[in-house]
């Protein structure tokens, strides 16, 4: 064979380190991050053979690792009281705003603290880990595709089949429910 096929040895080693960093991100735990990409590359040598090409190799095997992810999350997560109040309808998340788009005052979030000092505070990290679990699957993958993998609205678009509004409304529902949840999971106990 003359080419490298997209699941070279090569060219997984040199994917294994950007896997483990995002996977360190999301579990905030090495052990549990290692397992999680080692758990991708086996799925992803093994299902090589789906690989379609109609995104980056990369690309994929993020979308496995991110799978792998929610799974982990999803076993660590029991019971959550605060997520009966995630579940939001369009009516409720327009009754957020005045007509001229800005605030109620009753919904106005919270502040937020010094972001370097949220930056730094674990227990943050890891309520949005237990939030973005709790948004509906669809959405947690493009929200996560755009704001932990750094795609691009347009690759976003082609990977998931949106089209650029679609994919923009979602990020903000995602946003706003991201927002009352951790207000509701976090910032009321501060």
Not at 69 to 81: A, D, F, G, H, N
Not at 153 to 181: D, P, S, Y
């Amino acid at each position: 064979m003359t080419t490298a096929s997209p699941t070279s040895n090569e060219h997984i080693a040199a994917l294994r380190p950007k896997l483990v960093a995002f996977a360190r991100l999301q579990l905030r735990e090495n052990a549990a991050a290692e397992d999680a990409v080692q758990d991708t590359l086996v799925t992803a040598l093994e299902k090589q053979s789906t690989f379609e090409g109609r995104s980056a190799f990369e690309t994929w095997v993020f979308g496995i690792l991110k799978n792998k992810i929610l799974e982990r999350l999803r076993q660590q997560v029991r019971y959550i009281s605060w997520q009966h109040g995630t579940e939001q309808d369009d009516e409720t998340l327009e009754n957020l705003f005045k007509e001229n788009g800005r605030w109620h005052a009753a919904a106005r979030p919270l502040p937020w603290g010094e972001p370097d000092q949220l930056l730094e505070n674990q227990a943050f990290w890891q309520v949005l880990d237990v939030c973005l679990v709790a948004l509906p699957e669809h959405t947690a993958r493009v929200f996560t595709m755009r704001e932990l993998m750094g795609l691009s609205t347009q690759e976003i678009c082609k990977e998931v089949g949106l089209t650029e509004t679609n994919c923009w409304v979602i990020l903000h529902r995602a946003r706003l429910r991201l927002r009352t949840c951790i207000e509701k999971g976090w910032l009321s106990a501060v």
